[in-house]
């Protein structure tokens, strides 16, 4: 099979196609034919070398869509299409970026969809994320909504799922800077503003119900200062490149009586897959990804993701 290799921690040339041994089927496993899988922040952090638990060689990838074409659970049948995020893939063992992929068969979730490969790619990781997200935010038809990195795969699915449900619902989005071209883009998508991020800095004095918080400790103290009283906000992404939060002092930095939550992919099981389908499809929510990458265009497919010009869900069609 074609896979993608990635011997040492570095740039996106780093990942290297190579030709590997379909995996062997082994008690408690389920090798799925991979149709397709999502690029994750998590898994270029991965090849940047700030996942000290991976060790490498390793194939990365932490979703993929697909079919079943062996296993040895008693509920899954091989030509079934089925779904798979997290559960270290791509981490401890090796995950996505391949034409088979060996599951541990808790984690391999069998949907019905009409969907197409590149529109389920999209799904897994992305939309699970922001599901959980907007359903920690208790969104309110009445409410104001900040996503903060309005740009980013979570956040467009984000918009996506909330616009869907509640189309009069004004989401404002934060991008970096002042980049005319992609808050066009952005305002083309569904959201009601765009509003400049000067270094995690909001360029605004409006304050939101509800915050949806994708940057991370490097901007959450200034999103402390836009939520209203009583209002949420829900920590989820860490696109600013800082993992804790320093000198925090709930009494202080909450202002308001706010709320803080957040959501964890990881936390997933067979039920909330099903519920996160149920919703696309009874509110018919659009799930195209906004670019398309064929297997052996895997570094340009990194390259896009981390360059100022990308945007939205980036998936990996494998035909």
Not at 13 to 34: A, D, F, M, N, S
Not at 202 to 222: N, Q, R
Request: hydrophobic letters at 40%.
């Amino acid at each position: 099979m074609k896979a993608i290799v990635i011997y040492k921690a570095g740039d996106a040339q780093q990942l290297q196609l190579e030709e590997r041994p379909i995996p062997t089927l082994k008690e408690g496993w389920t090798l799925v034919k991979v149709k397709g899988f999502g690029i994750n922040r998590s898994e270029i952090f991965t090849r940047q070398g700030h996942s000290p638990s991976v060790i490498f060689p390793r194939i990365l990838g932490i979703e993929c869509v697909g079919v079943v074409e062996a296993t040895t659970s008693p509920t899954l049948q091989k030509g079934q299409t089925v779904v798979s995020l997290m559960g270290e893939m791509g981490r401890a063992f090796d995950g996505s970026y391949a034409e088979y992929t060996l599951l541990p068969n808790g984690q391999v979730y069998p949907i019905t969809t009409t969907l197409s490969w590149a529109e389920l790619a999209a799904v897994p990781e992305t939309y699970y994320t922001a599901f959980g997200s907007m359903q920690n935010l208790q969104i309110k038809p009445t409410d104001t909504v900040l996503v903060r990195a309005a740009a980013s795969g979570v956040g467009i699915a984000f918009l996506r799922l909330v616009k869907a449900q509640y189309p009069t619902l004004r989401v404002v989005g934060s991008i970096r800077g002042n980049n005319t071209e992609k808050t066009a883009v952005l305002l083309g998508l569904g959201y009601d503003a765009i509003i400049a991020d000067n270094d995690n800095v909001l360029a605004t004095d409006e304050c939101f119900d509800k915050i949806l918080e994708l940057v991370g400790p490097a901007s959450i103290k200034d999103s402390f200062a836009h939520i209203k009283e009583y209002g949420i906000i829900c920590a989820t992404g860490l696109l600013g490149g800082k993992w804790y939060l320093e000198d925090f002092d709930p009494t202080r930095d909450l202002l308001h009586n706010a709320y803080l939550t957040t959501f964890y992919s990881g936390s997933v099981n067979a039920e909330k897959i099903t519920q996160l389908f149920a919703y696309i499809d009874e509110h018919d929510v659009p799930v195209a990804p906004e670019k398309v990458f064929a297997l052996e265009e895997i570094v340009a497919a990194h390259q896009y993701v981390e360059s100022s010009a990308g945007y939205g869900k980036v998936v990996v069609r494998i035909n």
